[in-house]
């Protein structure tokens, strides 16, 4: 399913070419490759990504999956249509874009989940249970975590829900930048990323 702007069947879209927001966080490219991996994707799979924000995720994921379905939730309606934006930007058809709060939405969404990618949302405990209840034995999630109380939050939900072969990894990368007549090694933030399996 190859688009005009990313012909590759690997992954790996440069944030450039994405459209943006200001003020509109996304998935920088070597965070968006670590949350793939995880994702442990199926030709087929369903994936919920709650908290889209740019919605990178949905459309790398929908040029790997042409045969899957993504389902990226957002509540704010203009973040909405920027996903729809990128999504036709590069002629990904197997998006659909909801707008609503996690957990609340949850329950209008079909198909149910095989996957579910949480980027976002205050109350990360209360959405970690819900899509929980919605996920299939074998089912896995990913969640992102920017600071200290996210990660505790996360990793606590993840012990009371009894997820099991959980995972845990800082991303650390650092890009080539010229800055004047300088070339420098400029940090992305860190981020962990955190998955878990429900299993029988």
Known sequence: MP????????????????????????????????????????PDSVLWDIGAGTGTIPVEVGLLCPKGQIIAVERDEEVANLI????????????????????????????????????????????????????PPSGRVIATAGNLESLYAISQSF???????IEVVQSAVNRLETRGFSQTFTAADPIFILSGEKLD
Request: charged share 25%; hydrophobic share 35%; proline share 9%.
């Open 3 to 42: 688009s005009q702007h990313w012909p590759y069947v690997t992954p790996g879209i440069p944030d450039e070419l994405f459209e943006h927001l200001p003020g509109i966080p996304f998935s920088q490219r070597e965070v968006r490759l670590l949350l793939i991996s995880q994702l442990r994707l199926q």
């Open 84 to 135: 729809k934006r990128n999504c036709d930007r590069f002629e990904v058809k197997n998006v659909e874009v909801v707008e609503g709060s996690a957990p609340e939405c949850l329950h209008e969404i079909k198909p149910l989940p095989h996957r579910v990618c949480i980027e976002g949302g205050r109350p990360i405990q209360e959405i970690l249970q819900a899509v929980w209840d919605y996920l």
């Open 159 to 165: 012990s009371q829900l009894r997820a099991r072969n």
